[in-house]
């Protein structure tokens, strides 16, 4: 096992970075799971979750930054700096990298658009914001196919348990955002039915205090158009 | 006749024969007014106005005849009111520059929709926008207790298309649309009168007939400019308001359809004859559907300021309430509805408005409160759900509505009520769950009496409240729309 | 020249950031859902204002100045 040396610092760096960049960015994305599922962490407040989504996205972005830079600048191997962001482009394994280069892209569409999205408005954003899970698998697919690193070890572990959070935090988000609207449009089907049997002078039954309501038991109907 | 003194409009065609559009004769007696025989003499421009509604003005919109009345086609039309020269469109910056706008305020004309703002201030500041304008004639009457936007659409078609032409020169919009409910023959109808107007070539615009879905919110404003952009019918959020940006982001003039056919009579005959029936502050007749207690119902065209008494008929079918302005409206005693005119000032005072001239006369055979739930069940329903607070409340107090209807309410359910009520006013993006409110309020008081017999498991009917069965005094559509499916 | 918090009800899906970070203007109802007074917002308030509307995850949240 060779050590770190003067020559390979570089490389070695851009390989670290790039573990901490895969590791930082599935947590972002089960932290976005959890924003959007209106979930909270234990002991933090609300904002907590939505503050961490955004912030862990923000340090990624500089071990992401790192990672490229060295990388680039390592003479071991010749990855010019164009080919970080125009994919397939790279002398050095031209897919691997280029498959980094398009997970950049997609990963910058998506914060930078977050930072200005007061500005651009609600729908631009969240159209662009649903690439991050078009960029998680193709990042995942460069790291493991660029390096042997992750490929065995304490980090194949880790990458298997970041891959594995993510899609669990994928499907649960399927799963629960279908039981939601199937809540919502039973909900609404109840009062349309009951209007649909209304015996417009009901007996009416005993009192039974009303159920306490959380929030996305009663989440408003998708609305499928334009709304301004 | 009046029509050779009172022609002053710049835009008035050549005086045709307009005897037959002014004779009451034959017109149901119901309408308000004493069926005077004896026309009065011509007033001259500038004596101060009648008060009294004069008998042989009316009807104006409305072919004469009464139930009998025939629906005009473009022949008859032109016999009856003159036919209309339309110009092409110029459009004033400085806005008050157009002869019509002008005649329009000195008329004094509001919008017939409900809202009662003044026409001629929305329409100037449509014609000052940024962009060349759109106008829609709003025909999609989503008031189930309301017919007489299909009645007038039904009769008087031309009125309505002459109104929409003028309207869409006088803010200088290229694009017009009519917007009404889908299906039926009114929408036929409708198509046929475009294209008679389209063969005889009056419309210098044409005029896109848009149909909206069946719901009770198709109507309001944003979510009718928000339907002929291609959307579901569904309110958005304001601002901007639709005069400022609204069919494909343009200054959008939405106009009720009674209003835009009281434009087109302005501009033939004049602000002077608009004044001569109503009040000085509410100039004009207006179209009402009195729902009397005997259960007839009927479309009438009234002066502003005739009592409800006498459109209701109370004296001679008595009621144990009145509910004026339609479902988003007030419920009265039916001892101070007795003294009030149909003028929004005077309801006003009494809390209650004119809305868009539905009346109700609660029969004394009937409970008020299942009336009520029954009416709000059906708003509850016809929420967008878009709007947390509407889609969480409006079922809650429709359903704590229902308790209180039954027999032997728990109180809790008032107190629920309450609260819930004040938690959904004002936190919509429309005014839906505003007038549910005004609505269920308005009953808790006129119909108090009714929740303590409830708790005694007694009703001010003899045989309810536990009686099933039975037709509801109010008129509610039956429940088909599936979920989120008709909103297009 | 004052400053008032407003929420779009359409967007609003009751997510309840907001009560957390500016309780002073916003309060949450039974359902989840915030009610924003119409007092104005102060100055000192402002920061946490304009964060509210930054974070709220709907971007349901604005603004409005008036003359």
């Given at each position: 096992m060779s050590g770190i040396t003067h020559a390979t610092a570089l490389w070695y760096a851009s390989r670290a970075t790039g573990v901490v960049t895969m590791v930082l960015l599935s947590a972002v994305v089960v932290l976005g799971v959890l924003v959007n599922r209106q979930g909270r962490l234990p002991?933090?407040?609300?904002?907590a979750v939505t503050g961490l989504h955004r912030s862990i996205s923000l340090i990624a972005v500089v071990f992401l930054a790192v990672h490229v830079l060295s990388a680039v600048a390592d003479k071991f191997v010749t990855i010019q700096l164009i080919s970080a962001i125009i994919?397939?482009?790279?002398?050095?394994?031209p897919l691997q990298i280029g498959l980094g280069a398009v997970a950049l892209d997609l990963m910058l569409a998506v914060i930078i658009t977050s930072l200005v999205r007061a500005r651009i408005g609600r729908r631009l954003w969240r159209g662009v914001h649903w690439l991050a899970y078009a960029a998680y698998p193709v990042a995942l697919v460069h790291s493991i196919s660029s390096?042997?690193?992750?490929?065995?070890?304490g980090l194949l572990a880790l990458t298997v348990c970041s891959a594995l959070g993510v899609a669990a935090a994928t499907c649960y988000r399927l799963a629960d955002t279908w039981a939601s609207r199937r809540r919502a449009y039973l909900a609404a089907e109840s009062l349309i039915a009951g209007r649909r049997q209304d015996r417009y002078q009901t007996a009416a039954p005993r009192y039974s205090p009303p159920e306490p309501v959380t929030p996305r038991t009663v989440t408003p109907r998708a609305r499928e158009g334009a709304s301004r | 006749m009046t029509d050779a003194a009172t022609m002053t409009s710049p835009l008035a065609a050549t005086p045709g024969g307009s005897a037959a559009g002014g004779a009451p004769a034959g017109h149901a007696p119901a309408a308000g007014a004493p069926a005077g025989h004896a026309p009065a003499a011509a007033p001259q421009p500038g004596t101060p106005q009648p008060q009294?509604?004069?008998?042989?003005?009316?009807p104006r919109l409305l072919p004469p005849g009464g139930a009998a009345a025939v629906p005009q086609d473009l022949a008859h039309h032109v016999r009856s009111h003159g036919p209309l020269r339309c110009r092409r469109a110029r459009r004033h910056r400085?806005?008050?520059?157009d002869g019509l706008i002008a005649e329009i305020a000195a008329a004094g004309l509001t919008g017939r929709?409900?809202?009662?703002?003044p026409a001629a201030t929305k329409m100037t500041a449509v014609a000052t926008g940024r962009r060349r304008p759109v106008v829609v004639g709003n025909?999609?009457?989503?008031?189930?207790?309301?017919g007489k936007d299909k009645h007038l659409l039904w009769l008087a078609p031309h009125l309505v298309l002459d109104g929409l032409q003028l309207a869409a020169e006088a803010v200088g919009a290229r694009t017009v649309y009519l917007y009404v409910h889908a299906g039926g023959r009114l929408h036929e109808r409708l198509t046929f009168a475009l294209a008679e107007r389209a063969a005889a070539g009056c419309d210098l615009r044409p005029v896109r007939l848009i149909a909206g879905p069946p719901?009770?919110?198709?109507?309001?404003e944003s979510a009718l400019v928000s339907r002929i952009d291609g959307g579901l019918a569904m309110p958005t959020f304001k601002p901007p308001r639709s005069f400022e940006r609204?069919?494909?982001?343009a200054p959008t003039l939405v106009q009720n359809v009674e209003t835009l056919a009281h434009v087109a009579l302005i501009a033939r005959r004049g602000a002077a004859w608009f004044r001569q029936?109503?009040?000085?502050e509410e100039p004009g007749s207006m179209l009402t559907t009195c729902h009397r207690a005997d259960g007839t119902t009927e479309v009438a065209e009234v002066a502003i300021g005739t009592p409800v008494a006498a459109l209701l008929g109370l004296g001679s079918a008595p009621a144990q309430a009145v509910l004026t302005g339609g479902y988003h409206g007030t419920w009265l005693r039916a001892a101070d509805a007795a003294r009030l005119?149909?003028?929004?000032a005077p309801l006003r005072e009494a809390g209650a408005t004119v809305g868009a001239g539905v009346l109700a006369a609660l029969p004394p055979g009937r409970c008020g409160l299942t009336e009520t739930a029954h009416v709000v069940r059906y708003l509850a329903a016809e929420s967008?759900?878009?709007c947390g607070p509407c889609l969480a409340g409006l079922p809650r107090i429709a359903d704590a509505l229902t308790h209180l209807a039954?027999?032997?309410?728990?109180?809790?359910w008032l107190t629920h009520l309450r609260r819930w009520s004040g938690l959904v006013?004002?936190?919509?993006?429309?005014h839906h769950p505003d007038g549910t409110v005004r609505f269920v309020r308005s009953a808790l008081t006129v119909f108090e009496h009714e929740i303590t017999l409830h708790r005694q498991?007694?009703?001010?009917?003899?045989?309810?409240?536990?009686a099933a069965g039975g037709e509801p005094f109010l008129p509610v559509p039956a429940a088909t729309p599936a979920y989120s499916q008709d909103w297009r | 020249m004052s400053v008032r918090m407003r929420v779009n009800p359409i967007a609003?899906?009751?997510?309840?950031l907001c009560a957390e970070l500016l309780p002073e203007r916003i309060s949450m109802d039974e359902w989840g859902y915030p009610i924003v007074s119409p007092r104005p917002i102060t100055p000192v308030l402002e920061a946490l204002a304009r964060r509210a509307v930054t974070d709220c995850p709907a971007l349901a949240l604005l603004l409005e100045k008036e003359r």
């Amino acid at each position: 096992m060779s050590g770190i040396t003067h020559a390979t610092a570089l490389w070695y760096a851009s390989r670290a970075t790039g573990v901490v960049t895969m590791v930082l960015l599935s947590a972002v994305v089960v932290l976005g799971v959890l924003v959007n599922r209106q979930g909270r962490l234990p002991g933090l407040p609300k904002f907590a979750v939505t503050g961490l989504h955004r912030s862990i996205s923000l340090i990624a972005v500089v071990f992401l930054a790192v990672h490229v830079l060295s990388a680039v600048a390592d003479k071991f191997v010749t990855i010019q700096l164009i080919s970080a962001i125009i994919p397939f482009t790279s002398s050095y394994l031209p897919l691997q990298i280029g498959l980094g280069a398009v997970a950049l892209d997609l990963m910058l569409a998506v914060i930078i658009t977050s930072l200005v999205r007061a500005r651009i408005g609600r729908r631009l954003w969240r159209g662009v914001h649903w690439l991050a899970y078009a960029a998680y698998p193709v990042a995942l697919v460069h790291s493991i196919s660029s390096a042997k690193d992750l490929r065995s070890g304490g980090l194949l572990a880790l990458t298997v348990c970041s891959a594995l959070g993510v899609a669990a935090a994928t499907c649960y988000r399927l799963a629960d955002t279908w039981a939601s609207r199937r809540r919502a449009y039973l909900a609404a089907e109840s009062l349309i039915a009951g209007r649909r049997q209304d015996r417009y002078q009901t007996a009416a039954p005993r009192y039974s205090p009303p159920e306490p309501v959380t929030p996305r038991t009663v989440t408003p109907r998708a609305r499928e158009g334009a709304s301004r | 006749m009046t029509d050779a003194a009172t022609m002053t409009s710049p835009l008035a065609a050549t005086p045709g024969g307009s005897a037959a559009g002014g004779a009451p004769a034959g017109h149901a007696p119901a309408a308000g007014a004493p069926a005077g025989h004896a026309p009065a003499a011509a007033p001259q421009p500038g004596t101060p106005q009648p008060q009294a509604p004069q008998p042989r003005a009316l009807p104006r919109l409305l072919p004469p005849g009464g139930a009998a009345a025939v629906p005009q086609d473009l022949a008859h039309h032109v016999r009856s009111h003159g036919p209309l020269r339309c110009r092409r469109a110029r459009r004033h910056r400085s806005g008050a520059g157009d002869g019509l706008i002008a005649e329009i305020a000195a008329a004094g004309l509001t919008g017939r929709g409900g809202a009662a703002f003044p026409a001629a201030t929305k329409m100037t500041a449509v014609a000052t926008g940024r962009r060349r304008p759109v106008v829609v004639g709003n025909g999609a009457e989503g008031e189930p207790a309301s017919g007489k936007d299909k009645h007038l659409l039904w009769l008087a078609p031309h009125l309505v298309l002459d109104g929409l032409q003028l309207a869409a020169e006088a803010v200088g919009a290229r694009t017009v649309y009519l917007y009404v409910h889908a299906g039926g023959r009114l929408h036929e109808r409708l198509t046929f009168a475009l294209a008679e107007r389209a063969a005889a070539g009056c419309d210098l615009r044409p005029v896109r007939l848009i149909a909206g879905p069946p719901r009770f919110l198709a109507g309001e404003e944003s979510a009718l400019v928000s339907r002929i952009d291609g959307g579901l019918a569904m309110p958005t959020f304001k601002p901007p308001r639709s005069f400022e940006r609204g069919v494909g982001g343009a200054p959008t003039l939405v106009q009720n359809v009674e209003t835009l056919a009281h434009v087109a009579l302005i501009a033939r005959r004049g602000a002077a004859w608009f004044r001569q029936l109503g009040t000085a502050e509410e100039p004009g007749s207006m179209l009402t559907t009195c729902h009397r207690a005997d259960g007839t119902t009927e479309v009438a065209e009234v002066a502003i300021g005739t009592p409800v008494a006498a459109l209701l008929g109370l004296g001679s079918a008595p009621a144990q309430a009145v509910l004026t302005g339609g479902y988003h409206g007030t419920w009265l005693r039916a001892a101070d509805a007795a003294r009030l005119p149909l003028a929004n000032a005077p309801l006003r005072e009494a809390g209650a408005t004119v809305g868009a001239g539905v009346l109700a006369a609660l029969p004394p055979g009937r409970c008020g409160l299942t009336e009520t739930a029954h009416v709000v069940r059906y708003l509850a329903a016809e929420s967008a759900g878009q709007c947390g607070p509407c889609l969480a409340g409006l079922p809650r107090i429709a359903d704590a509505l229902t308790h209180l209807a039954g027999p032997d309410p728990d109180p809790r359910w008032l107190t629920h009520l309450r609260r819930w009520s004040g938690l959904v006013t004002g936190r919509g993006a429309c005014h839906h769950p505003d007038g549910t409110v005004r609505f269920v309020r308005s009953a808790l008081t006129v119909f108090e009496h009714e929740i303590t017999l409830h708790r005694q498991r007694r009703c001010s009917v003899a045989g309810a409240p536990s009686a099933a069965g039975g037709e509801p005094f109010l008129p509610v559509p039956a429940a088909t729309p599936a979920y989120s499916q008709d909103w297009r | 020249m004052s400053v008032r918090m407003r929420v779009n009800p359409i967007a609003c899906t009751g997510h309840g950031l907001c009560a957390e970070l500016l309780p002073e203007r916003i309060s949450m109802d039974e359902w989840g859902y915030p009610i924003v007074s119409p007092r104005p917002i102060t100055p000192v308030l402002e920061a946490l204002a304009r964060r509210a509307v930054t974070d709220c995850p709907a971007l349901a949240l604005l603004l409005e100045k008036e003359r």
